[in-house]
């Protein structure tokens, strides 16, 4: 008799798959999604035009005219080539694949509390995962990076700009000692929420030879699609494309991602939407009896509070589902994170709060 304990690795079998709770019936402010949908003309015009594919047949493998465009719009430097991901996430675990070499210790390295696929890739492909804390205030600690780079050699470098879940956005000398002392090293910036922190290293991209930049459509409204997207030079591009499913975006993914192109000013109109309520919800919420707020550049907001096991069991008993980051990190202890989302959510939010903050 053959049973999955015999033939699964051990970790595996260790581990619990990724938790999503689920949010039927509730106002979901705990994967910072953008609440707003497409204007109901565009979607019907993106219906036509998703009603026209040949469904029968595969995808594209390297869709160069979407890729084209894609760089136009991104101001991509035109030396660097982009490859194209099922959600910034299979980027992730791609990179980590082309660069394990088991037995001799290849590691991946990043700040934390950062985002656990970082970490999660490192499991997966046998590479070493060191976590180097960030300040107290979340800011980056310049010198332990430095030192660990030295001490580690990692092969992969996660820079989160801005991170998750701290919001914070890296200092830009900062990440720049980073990258020069890590010579040795790829270092990936990760700008999945771009349009909330209104910065980029894109147009730096082709000034180091050890950087490259990834992106996501997640965080600016279309998480349902999953495209992710990596931009660098072509020694690195051609690599990593190497190991990548030959179809891994689908054509639904594709049109959806070519349309969205024509309508960015839609899209860019709801970050700066949810940019403003950032603000307002940011004043709000620090108002509250013993919250405190931490800058975010996201479009989300990690709160300290008394208790945040007692915030996420009281908003949940509103209806209102946020994420208790506690247990991630010791520097994380009793904070919440909550997406910003339409002025009636977020109001919603801030009436459960009053009655939770006493
Ligand atoms: C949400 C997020 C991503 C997005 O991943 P997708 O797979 O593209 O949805 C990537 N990096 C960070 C830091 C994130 O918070």
Redesign the pocket.
Known sequence: MTIPQDIIRSDVLAMTSYPVPNATGLIKLDA?ENPYTLPKPLAEQLGARLAQLALNRYPLPRPSALIDRLKCAMQVPDNCDVLLGN????L?SLIATACAKPGTGAKILAPVP??V?YSMSAKLAHLEFIGVPLNIDFTLDVSAMLEAVAAHQPAIIYL?YP??PTGTLFDDTDLERIVRAANRSLVVI?E??QLFAQRSWISRVSEFDNVVV?R????LGL?GI???YLIGLPAWISEFNKVRPPYNTNVLTQATVDFMLDHLEVFDAQAAKLRAERARLTDAISKLPGAHVFPSS?NFLLVRVLNAATVFDELLGAWILIKNVSRMHPLLAECIRITVSTPYENAQLLAALKNVLV
Request: net charge negative; aromatic share 8%; proline share 0%.
């Open positions: 910072m959600g910034s996430d299979e992730i950062g985002f696929m989160a991170n998750n990760d999945a929420y990834m996501t459509v997640s965080k998480a999953r495209l992710g996201g």
